[in-house]
Nanobody, 114 residues
């Protein structure tokens, strides 16, 4: 499974960005897709996840501001990020689990200026 992420960039505080991630290749059964992020000097953390059934979970720091969704037909997951804050600055990684194996995308930089 290959993951291709896009949509990162530079935005002012209070602005919005939408990340997309598409899975391709040999896909058997995706059970979940999600987004993680890693800021300089910090550990990678879960931002939001969504299961094949549509259940979602969010990090406390992004609840109410970020929204994760998916298009099963396109094997694509989206992360709508609103009311961005400087502390949201990080490299965002797409993640998926297919038949028990975890896959990672290449990461996309999100920079929020104050």
């Amino acid at each position: 499974v290959q993951l291709q992420a896009s949509g990162g960039g530079l935005v002012q505080a209070g602005g919005s960005l939408r990340l997309s991630c598409t899975a391709s290749g040999t896909i058997f059964s995706i059970t979940s897709m999600g987004w993680y992020r890693q800021a300089p000097g910090k550990q990678r953390e879960l931002v939001a996840g969504i299961t094949s059934g549509g259940s979602t979970n969010y990090a406390a720091s992004v609840k109410g501001r970020f929204s994760i969704s998916k298009d099963n037909a396109k094997n694509t997951v989206y992360l709508q990020m609103n009311s961005l804050k400087p502390e949201d600055t990080a490299v965002y990684y797409c993640n998926t689990v297919d038949t028990g194996t975890q896959y990672w995308g290449q990461g996309t930089q999100v920079t929020v200026s104050s």
